[in-house]
């Protein structure tokens, strides 16, 4: 299905005593093109990377490779199969080693995987300003579907006359599962449960039912909602923006422009790519960094 020559570099399982090197890589990787283009860093440190790294090794629903030469780790990518679409990254390559095919090798592993698995499709967020990983996954068959702007400032802690946010509960899944197939076509069902595990997810009722969630409001974080008066009361509400901040649709200019009105600031912008399944969001939306 995917065709191309493989670089010479061995292809296995991250395992977690790989995450210290993979985490060094991530951020030297992230750190330099950031700097390169004038853009703040994605991982403030090492142990951030290597911490986020390790616990995407060590989550049973992420599948993780590196790429590796005469016993030296040169790069990994990751992989979020908790849903029937996969997410793919981060994927970062050793600065030193790159432009040498091994970030495209380490795509084409993950890909393989999910067309063994049947995924219904895979998703990425890629940083718009960097052309060559657009161009290489535009010729892996990806296709850019969504504009997105990264926003970021102190939380705003308000609420909306109507719309009550609070902290969602395992009783909610099946409401918010329902919400989220009704505005892309599928649910994020093992996402949302990690949410509600970790007590980060919470939703918004109006009218005396279930019109939005988010898993975080943040980088990591998706979020789903009927209205785009649903998902600024999830927003508002939100008591921090962990990361680099949340990912908006930019085409979504009501809630774009109350972001800006409110005081949040733009980051730098990315582009949501996908390949299989997509529908078009019939409602308001937030994605994570993974899709």
Known sequence: MHGGNRVDV?????APDDAPTCGQICYAAFGSLADHHGFPRD???V???SDVLRMLIEHAGFYGVVAERDGKILGSNFMDERSAVLGIGPISVDPAAQDKGIGRSLMLNV???ATARHAAGVRLVQAAYHNRSLCLYTKLGFQTREPLSVLQGP???LELPGYAVRPAEPTDIDACNALCTQIHGFDRDGELRDAIQQQSATVVEHLG???GYATLVGFFGHSVAET??????LIAAAPVFPGPGFLLPTRNHRVFSWCLNHGLKLSWQGTLMTMGLYNEPAGAWLPSILY
Not at 228 to 233: E, P, V, W
């Open 47 to 49: 142990k951030m990377a």
């Open 43 to 45: 991982f403030p440190s």
């Open 111 to 113: 890909l393989d995987r």
């Open 155 to 157: 939380p705003l802690r």
């Open 209 to 211: 039912r279930i019109t």
């Open 228 to 233: 785009d008066h649903d998902l600024i009361a």
């Open 10 to 14: 061995i292809m296995r399982p991250a």
